[in-house]
């Protein structure tokens, strides 16, 4: 680990969504604090690559990164941009799945990442089934609302496109 503190590490995982249900459960920091990794990365980093393989998740410490995507013409338009502040956590679907990366990740500043690995979350899981049931079932939620909300995106779109073609007279 570099020099940053466990106790530092366990306060930033307090803050953090997906390890609410442990906010008071020191045992159980410690074991999330035991499979991070501190990652460092400079202005300009790609910290997740678009379309690249993944198998870890990560929770910014410091610094501020932009979430981008790529449209059909390759064009790069920025979706987000988060702060350390904000107490945000991104790529977390790597931890359930091998598929691609559905969005790049930049650095807009210096940053320092704690990184936990699918490997090692799946091993914790194993030997503390609550441990990964809570989490699992925080990312589960995200997903679910992610879900939702796109959902009523492709409506809105669906509606707004109905709405062209019979304003046109097409």
Do not use: W
């Amino acid at each position: 680990m570099s020099d940053i503190s466990k106790e530092k590490i366990k306060e930033k995982l307090k803050q953090i969504s997906l390890f609410k249900t442990f906010k008071e459960d020191d045992a159980a920091l410690d074991k999330f604090t035991a499979i991070i990794d501190i990652v460092n990365f400079q202005k300009g980093d790609y910290i997740i690559k678009e379309g690249d393989q993944g198998d870890e998740m990560f929770i910014l410490n410091k610094g501020r990164v932009s979430v981008e995507k790529r449209t059909l013409k390759d064009d790069s338009y920025t979706v987000v941009e988060l702060t350390e502040s904000m107490h945000v956590f991104f790529g977390e679907l790597a931890l359930m799945d091998s598929d691609v990366r559905s969005a790049s990740v930049v650095a807009l500043s210096d940053c320092e990442c704690f990184s936990i690995r699918k490997d090692s979350f799946e091993k914790l899981g194993d030997e503390d089934t609550r441990l990964g049931l809570y989490v699992t079932r925080e990312i589960a939620k995200l997903l679910s609302t992610r879900l939702r909300n796109a959902n009523r995106d492709n409506i809105t779109l669906f509606e707004a496109l109905v709405a062209e073609i019979e304003g046109s007279g097409a």
